[in-house]
């Protein structure tokens, strides 16, 4: 459990391989979903099962595993009434990921995920600082090796305060975003679109633009995810020509339909693999999957280790 082996492995230019969706494969293995907290309850009823995932993700070869912490921020556990237990489930989900680390011989990292999940947008800047700050001091705290940022979903100005918060911790730290196509303009936005047959699009700026702004605030890793698996490839292209640091994809499958992760156009194994690929070859090093993507996924990628 330390970070050190996933920095070698990207000073050498190897590959790392991210685990996949928690939220997506605790339901497919039956856990027990929460309307407002989608899978983010699982660590409190369910915690057999969240360790399941974890080590289902080991075993197909992921070098980081995920806290299951997306959907537990502050402001959506203030905004369900959980507020007095925010920091009690996130030390608690974050010490299920450790112990299915350690369970291991192999080296394991475990990424804290610090997200955007509830009503960020509604509230302004200076008042989703203090979330922020809160869920990053609480994974920091509870013993995670690093820090992923999933602003994912999110607009520019919160993917800037989420950066803005996170520089004051001392751990290393990536960045996630999501884009979607804007066919009219045929352009790629930052945004999210989780399947382009399925769901609805919600665009913001140019995705080169707002990665021009991320990337001159964050020099630590940025990964494309949550996104459409159609439209990763050419954003990890735009990333790669944009961002020094290093660069990684991990996009969805499926969508998003409270309180169910929707299982669509669904792709095999192989599949996965052919674009992981693509990523890799254009410069992608961290590789994973995000919701609706599972253990065969992953296992199917990890060849490129
Ligand atoms: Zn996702």
Redesign the pocket.
């Known amino acids: 459990m330390s970070y050190q082996y996933v920095k070698e492995k990207l000073d050498n230019n190897s590959i790392v391989i991210l685990d996949g ?1 928690n939220g997506g494969e605790l339901e497919q293995i039956g856990a027990k979903m929460d309307n407002d907290l989608w899978a983010g309850k699982c660590a409190i009823d369910d915690p057999d099962k969240l360790f399941q995932v974890h080590e289902n993700y080991i075993k197909s070869g992921a070098d980081v595993i995920t806290s299951n912490t997306y959907a537990i921020t502050p402001i959506s556990m203030k905004e369900y009434g959980y507020e007095e237990f925010t920091q009690e489930w996130n030390k608690k989900t974050v010490s299920i990921a450790l112990k299915a680390a350690a369970s291991t011989d192999r080296e394991i990292a475990v990424a804290g995920s610090v997200s955007t999940s509830g009503s960020w947008d509604k509230l302004t800047i200076n008042e989703i600082k203090p979330g922020f700050t809160e869920q990053l001091r609480i994974l920091s705290d509870a013993g995670v090796d690093l820090i992923i940022l999933e602003a ?1 979903t999110s607009k520019d100005e919160t993917v800037e305060s989420i950066i803005e918060c996170s520089s004051k911790i001392d751990l290393p730290i990536w960045l996630s975003i999501s884009c979607a196509m804007n066919n009219e303009k045929r352009k790629l936005m930052h945004g999210y679109q989780e399947s382009v047959t399925n769901s609805k699009a919600q665009f913001y700026d140019y995705l080169e633009n707002s990665l021009i702004k991320f990337s001159q605030i964050h020099k630590g890793p940025i990964l494309i ?2 996104s459409d698996i159609k439209v990763t490839n050419d954003a990890v292209k735009i990333l790669k020509r944009i961002h020094k640091g290093t660069v990684g994809a991990y996009p ?1 499958n499926g969508y998003f339909q409270k309180p169910n992760w929707k299982l669509v156009d669904d792709i095999s194994p192989s599949t996965y693999l052919e674009e992981a690929k693509l990523w890799v070859s254009n410069g992608a090093q961290i590789v994973g999957g ?2 609706g993507v599972g253990p065969e996924k992953i296992k199917a990628i990890s060849v490129l280790k």
């Open positions: 969706g994912m995810a949550h969805n995000c919701c």
